[in-house]
């Protein structure tokens, strides 16, 4: 019975000195984390989306903190976000543009062969080379994108992926995973924008897409700004003259140029006289 005794009494000085041994070593050896770490990704939304170019929130907040990254980055959490981190850092955030992701494309072409694979647009490029469709640069359809977009913001209707630019945050992962690359980010408050990636020539266009630029220079002819231009055969706007004045919408025969949110009043506007 003393033996049992003697046992348990040793195991226990044993393992109190081990307690202690260890409780100092955690002491000592701790590695001690910036305060201003937990408060920097409080500030952020959680979306852990990579639209800042780092693998999540905790990545992005790491690197704000040890200067390898700028505040604003975080599409998601937008101006809210980079304010409240610039609070914590002690700085003056930036002011950051609101940016979303738009498709350009409006659909309506033809196909040149027939897809029953998988329902995934990666897969469908692999179907002649450059899918099935005869457009060779517009919206494959089959929802590569929706399929990552972690906020419900773009939906594939009639044949067409269409982005939601309330929900959109601007991560862009859909244009990631655009085996065609029509899905572009645009500022949120652009009034103009083109939904068309179409680069070939007008016959070919009339002739395998209802709605895909044909180059007719109307838009080009009716700016005032010379903000509008041609160029191998669609229309691009330059931002820096644009000053969202629609007549380019207005007299576009193909319905292709509107505002960012995909609204369709633009046409209210007056054509200039010739």
């Known amino acids: 019975m ?8 040793v195991l226990g000085i044993m393992g109190a000195v081990f307690g202690a041994v ?24 959680g979306a852990n989306c990579g639209g800042c170019g780092f693998a999540g929130c ?40 609101r940016v979303v992701a738009m498709v350009r494309c409006r659909g309506h072409h033809t196909a040149k062969a027939r897809y029953d694979g998988v329902h995934d647009c990666r897969s469908a490029m692999f179907v002649g080379g450059n899918g099935p ?14 399929s990552v977009c972690r906020f419900d913001a773009i939906h594939v209707v009639d044949g067409v992926a269409k982005v939601d ?26 009034d103009i ?30 700016c005032e700004f010379d903000a509008i231009h041609v160029v191998n055969n669609l229309a691009v706007i330059d931002y820096s003259k644009c000053v969202s004045c629609g007549r380019c919408a207005a007299v576009c025969p193909r319905k292709l140029i509107s505002d960012s949110n995909l ?7 007056p054509a200039m006289p010739r």
């Open 2 to 9: 003393k033996e049992i005794l003697y046992a348990v009494l």
């Open 22 to 45: 260890l409780a100092i070593a955690s002491k000592v050896f701790a590695v001690k984390t910036d305060e201003r770490l937990p408060k920097l990704v409080e500030a952020l939304p």
């Open 58 to 97: 905790q990545a992005y907040a790491q690197a704000v903190l040890e200067g390898r990254a700028e505040i604003g980055l975080c599409v998601a959490g937008g101006q809210a976000s980079a304010d409240r981190m610039a609070a914590v850092m002690g700085v003056t955030a930036a002011k950051t543009e």
């Open 133 to 146: 469709s005869a457009c060779p640069s517009g919206c494959l359809g089959f929802g590569s994108c929706v």
């Open 165 to 190: 630019p309330e929900k959109c945050t601007g991560c862009l992962q859909c244009a990631a995973v655009c085996p065609r690359k029509v899905i572009v980010p645009v500022s949120y408050d652009a």
């Open 193 to 222: 924008v083109i939904a068309c990636s179409n680069h070939e020539r007008g016959a070919y266009t009339r002739r395998e897409c209802d709605m895909g630029c044909v180059g007719c220079h109307l838009c080009e002819k009716q």
């Open 263 to 269: 609204r369709q009043d633009m046409d209210a506007v």
